[in-house]
């Protein structure tokens, strides 16, 4: 199983991004899927989530980016996306994409050392600066 993230860079104040992770091996819509971050000395923080297909069509967001990100899948390309507006500079960080074993995102971006987090893409590193 792969997941390859992509689509990091450096942005200014106020720009957006989409990141992008692709997947093989797996048939991602069986998964709730979603995207961590992280900072150097920091523990990860889950940002966002899309349940499985055959999950309650739930999305999940944490509160500081609630507005300004979605994450769509793209059943047809087995990937999922982060689409970021309105970036800031606390948004500076190493993005991960993610498969959670729950068909749902009720408990996403809780305890990211769990086994629930079965897959992890390789981190993407997204620059907001002016």
């Known amino acids: 199983v792969q997941l390859q993230a992509s689509g990091g860079g450096l942005v200014q104040p106020g720009g957006s991004l989409g990141l992008s992770c692709e997947v093989s091996g797996i048939i991602l819509d069986d998964y709730a899927v979603g995207w961590f971050r992280q900072v150097p000395g920091k523990e990860r923080e889950g940002v966002a989530c899309i349940s499985a297909r055959r999950g309650d069509g739930s999305e999940w967001y944490v509160e500081s980016v609630k507005g300004r990100f979605a994450v769509p899948r793209d059943s047809a390309k087995n990937s999922v996306h982060l689409q970021m507006n309105g970036l800031k500079p606390e948004g500076t960080a190493e993005y991960y994409c993610?498969?959670?074993?729950?068909?749902?995102?009720?408990?996403?971006?809780?305890?990211?050392?769990?086994?629930?987090?079965?897959?992890w893409g390789q981190g993407t590193l997204v620059t907001v600066s002016s």
């Open positions: 993610v498969t959670d074993t729950r068909r749902n995102c009720k408990n996403f971006g809780r305890n990211p050392a769990s086994p629930l987090y079965e897959y």
